[in-house]
């Protein structure tokens, strides 16, 4: 039962630099979310997806961008790494789709990011 | 964005029953009331969730006020496992925003 498989695990990173942060479930789940999370704070939502082929924004989507590969994949991408961005980074998946938080949200084990 | 409202931090004791309070003013009413609950340096797992009706399952209660703007987790006996960030969660269509949570003490 992998659930949600985030990678990598640990990231640093130089100021300007670029990197992919991959998310895959295996749970067939319908939409797919990305969230920060900085030290003493809930979780923000960065971009989500609510169906195959669909991406929108969240309330912090500056300087990321997303894939949503296939319906199992999805990925968040940093163009030019900023501190601003160290965080720790959240993926998760729903069988919900768009409309509704019919179902409970399965997250991945995070990945840590630090810019410097 | 909806926001709920919850204390930052409570204490139980092991064995006894601990009821986690939140507020969520601003919720619809076509949107779910979600609870999670992250443990140091894990990713948030998922708790229980309801809609207008009290939720029963293997890990918890949910108890949803009448008017929906309140709602209350229930450990029925806590744990020290169950020492962790509680979330109670608003949805919006189906994304969840997260408040800042209840950081709860399980005391021996």
């Known amino acids: 039962n992998a659930g949600v498989t985030q990678t990598p695990k640990f990231q640093v990173l130089k100021t300007g630099q670029s990197m992919t942060l991959q998310c895959a479930q295996d749970?067939?789940?319908?939409?797919m979310y990305w969230y920060r999370q900085d030290p003493g704070m809930g979780l923000r939502l960065i971009y989500y997806?609510?169906?195959?082929?669909?991406?929108d924004k969240g309330e912090v989507p500056n300087g990321y961008n997303v894939s949503r590969l296939n319906k199992r994949e999805f990925s968040l991408r940093l163009e030019s790494a900023a501190p601003s961005q160290t965080s720790v980074y959240f993926c998760?998946?729903?069988?919900?789709?768009?409309?509704?938080?019919?179902?409970?949200?399965?997250f991945g084990s995070g990945t840590r990011l630090t810019v410097v | 964005d909806a926001k709920t409202t919850q204390p930052n931090s409570m204490e139980s004791n092991e064995e006894e029953p601990v009821h986690l309070p939140c507020n969520h003013s601003?919720?619809?009413?076509?949107?779910?009331i979600h609870w999670y609950r992250q443990l140091p340096s894990q990713g948030p797992e998922y708790v229980i969730h309801?809609?207008?009706s009290n939720v029963n399952n293997r890990m918890a209660s949910l108890a949803i006020a009448e008017d929906r703007k309140s709602s209350t987790l229930i450990l029925h006996r806590a744990t020290l496992r169950d020492a962790a960030v509680y979330y109670c969660?608003?949805?919006?269509?189906?994304?969840?925003?997260f408040g800042e949570g209840t950081q709860l003490t399980v005391n021996p």
């Open positions: 309801g809609l207008t």
């Open positions: 749970m067939n789940h319908n939409s």
């Open positions: 998760a998946s729903s069988e919900s789709s768009g409309f509704a938080a019919f179902y409970g949200y399965t």
């Open positions: 969660v608003e949805t919006s269509g189906s994304r969840l925003t």
């Open positions: 601003t919720i619809s009413g076509t949107d779910y």
């Open positions: 997806s609510a169906s195959e082929g669909t991406t």
